[in-house]
């Protein structure tokens, strides 16, 4: 950016609300910790710091996650976040409410729940992280394992024919009427990194607005559960994650677009 | 004196929570406690509450369990296969101490039981608990309108001073028998500010709130999470049993029953008297914690007890455990339905008349 002055604390240093802590939580190559980053990052820029209340589902997000953002956090049962998160939007709508959750966690148990707070068209905002397993249990398939893909649970590769197929989740989001904005992303590149923090402000912005419903799907790597070195996995996802989920910006309306009444 | 008014015990439910300050609902229908959500999708908007119809129960608890931890007064209701689905939630909410109000109108049987007609078949489960972790809930039995309406003030008052869910147990009969209720605001000691609730940290000290787990509370140790706990169940054991005790200083025959049996008992008792026989009636009104110490003095005082609930038998269980086999316990249960005249009842309707109770009585005093 022009005329800025490039520091080394802008480029290495961590965001005010990155909860120093004495240990690693995620492991070596796991894409979480850039997105907690993120999200410290965009909070901050968009002021909502003081009034932001953040649920974290089961998984690899549910300690860490609300441990290392200073904000209000919870985390919550497996799957039961968007639900969690509509009461304390509906109690204190001046609050800017998201919900960070996994794919065994959004996709699978909580997908009932998830849905409906989709169809109520609550004003929330939800981070998605796709590392395409379940992390935290030991790299079983979850609903978005790609087919073909190694799991403790398909060791032989994820099979349509006994499995299913695959959760598209940000183009299914997109269909709903209730969503103001429904993305795709990676953080796998300095680039995607950047596009990635412009789709979860205009999650959040959504949200402030009163618009709708914000979604932004993150494919995160999984070294220790892809079996690969994190060099692989950012392959992995260049290579295969984003053929099979295309990152994109699937809808994005603004207040012009609902109907008069309802604004 | 307050207004009087002519409703059910489910209206009463309604009204009570929100002249208790209860402003924010969480529901899913299911019979027969559709008078409750029916009453507040109506009534919170007037006063700048909310209404949400949840996709099922266990989002219903969920919601709930946001809600207190937003800070809120919060609760739902629903009927027995509702409250099976909201075991987990329950069980979350024990764990992060946070106070709310869960109201059960009972219906008979498992599964899908009779499809909403009346039984008293969740006792044990209410009160023992369905989820996992060894939590305890305040379990209140009201037996009248009046009690229903009176019942969700103390609800909310008990669930904000000891930061724990608060149960109320009614069943159908309760929660569709209409009766003059006294719409009187009870007065409470003042209860401690929810510093902790999650609404944003600068709408509080600046300081942020976040909740992981218990034993993470607790310095990651489990042990320590439940000696805390068991402190505050103690606390409520020494401060917070209720019951009622019905002409028994003098009884032989000591009658136990709550709920909606408790009403044909009370009149079974009444009956028995007239006929120059000693029943005395022994109401508990708080399920956990259970009267055990009042009903052990109660009965070695008469000699001999009987229970009546609608349902197979689990009332008497924690009269059994509080008599500890001093004194003979009897029960009668859900084949107590017969028709006054003898006949027993086919359907899945019908209740334990008390000229029913007044036979067994006879037998034992």
Redesign the interface.
């Known amino acids: 950016m022009k005329g800025e002055v490039v520091t080394r604390e802008k480029v290495y240093g961590s965001p005010k609300l990155r909860v120093p802590l004495p240990f690693r939580f995620f492991c070596p190559g796991c894409h979480y910790g850039v997105i907690v980053r993120l999200i410290c990052e965009v909070l901050e820029e968009l002021g909502i710091e003081g009034r932001a209340v953040g649920l974290a589902g089961v998984g690899c997000s549910f300690g860490p996650i609300p441990v290392a953002i200073d904000i209000d956090f919870t985390a919550c049962p497996h799957g039961r976040a968007p639900a969690m998160a509509t009461a304390i939007k509906r109690i204190h709508p001046e609050a800017v409410v998201f919900t960070v959750q996994g794919d065994g966690d959004l996709g699978a148990i909580g997908l009932g729940c998830f849905m409906n707070a989709l169809l109520r068209g609550e004003k929330l905002t939800t981070i998605f992280l796709n590392n395409a397993c379940y992390g935290t249990t030991g790299g079983q398939m979850a609903p978005t394992t790609i087919l073909g893909m190694r799991t403790t649970t398909t060791p032989e590769g994820r099979d349509p024919r006994t499995t299913g197929y695959p959760l598209h989740a940000a183009e299914l989001v997109a269909t709903m009427k209730g969503v103001a904005y429904s993305a795709r992303c990676t953080v796998h590149t300095p680039g995607n990194f950047r596009r990635a923090k412009k789709a979860v402000k205009t999650a959040f912005q959504k949200q402030m607005d009163g618009i709708g419903y914000g979604f932004v799907e993150f494919l995160s790597a999984c070294p220790t559960n892809w079996r690969l070195s994190p060099p692989d996995c950012l392959k992995f996802i260049s290579e295969k994650m984003i053929t099979e989920y295309p990152p994109a910006e699937f809808k994005n309306i603004d207040v012009s677009e609902l109907p008069v009444e309802w604004r | 004196m307050a207004e009087r008014v002519l409703i059910d015990g489910n209206e009463a439910i309604a009204r009570g929570a929100i002249s208790a300050g209860c402003k924010?609902f969480?529901g899913y229908p299911i019979t027969p406690q559709n008078e409750i959500p029916e009453f507040m999708s109506r009534e919170l908007p007037k006063i700048g509450g909310?209404f949400?119809q949840?996709?099922?129960e266990?989002?219903s608890v969920?919601?709930?369990?946001?809600?207190a931890?937003?800070?809120?007064r919060?609760m739902t209701s629903t009927a027995s296969p509702g409250f099976s689905l909201m075991q987990?939630?329950i069980s979350?909410i024990a764990e992060?101490e946070v106070p709310a109000v869960i109201v059960n109108v009972m219906r008979m049987g498992p599964g899908i039981g009779t499809g909403g007609q009346h039984g008293q078949t969740d006792y044990r489960q209410v009160t023992k608990g369905g989820g996992h972790g060894a939590y305890r809930c305040i379990v209140l039995a009201p037996y009248s309108a009046q009690e229903c309406f009176d019942h969700m003030q103390l609800a909310f008052y008990l669930a904000d001073k000891y930061r724990v869910l608060v149960l109320v147990l009614t069943d159908f009969i309760i929660g569709r028998m209409a009766e003059p209720v006294e719409l009187r605001t009870l007065e409470f000691d003042p209860l401690p500010g929810k510093d902790w609730a999650?609404?944003?940290?600068?709408?509080k000290d600046?300081k942020?709130?976040?909740?992981?787990?218990a034993a993470?509370n607790y310095g990651g140790a489990p042990p320590r999470y439940y000696q805390h706990m068991a402190e505050v169940y103690q606390k409520i054991k020494d401060s917070e049993i209720r019951y009622e005790a019905y002409r028994e200083e003098d009884a032989t025959l000591l009658v136990v029953s709550y709920g909606s049996s408790a009403r044909m008992a009370k009149r079974a008792v009444d009956m028995a008297r007239a006929e120059g026989r000693r029943a005395g009636l022994f109401r508990p009104v708080t399920l956990w914690p259970f009267p055990e110490e009042a009903v052990q003095q109660a009965a070695c005082r008469a000699g001999k007890v009987l229970v009546v609930e609608d349902s197979p038998g689990e009332l008497v269980e924690d009269v059994k455990f509080a008599v500890q086999g001093k004194v003979p316990v009897h029960l009668l249960g859900i084949w107590g339905r017969y028709t006054p005249k003898g006949g027993i009842m086919t359907g899945g309707s019908g209740i334990i008349y008390p000229e029913n109770i007044l036979e067994e009585v006879r037998g034992l005093a």
Do not use: T
Not at chain 2, 69 to 72: D, I, V
Not at chain 2, 198 to 203: E, I, T
Not at chain 2, 208 to 213: A, D, I, M, T
């Open positions: 924010h969480f909310v949400v949840s996709e099922c266990a989002a969920y919601m709930v369990y946001g809600g931890l937003a800070g809120a919060v987990e939630g979350y992060a999650l609404k944003g940290k600068a709408l600046g942020r709130k976040f909740f992981v787990s993470f």
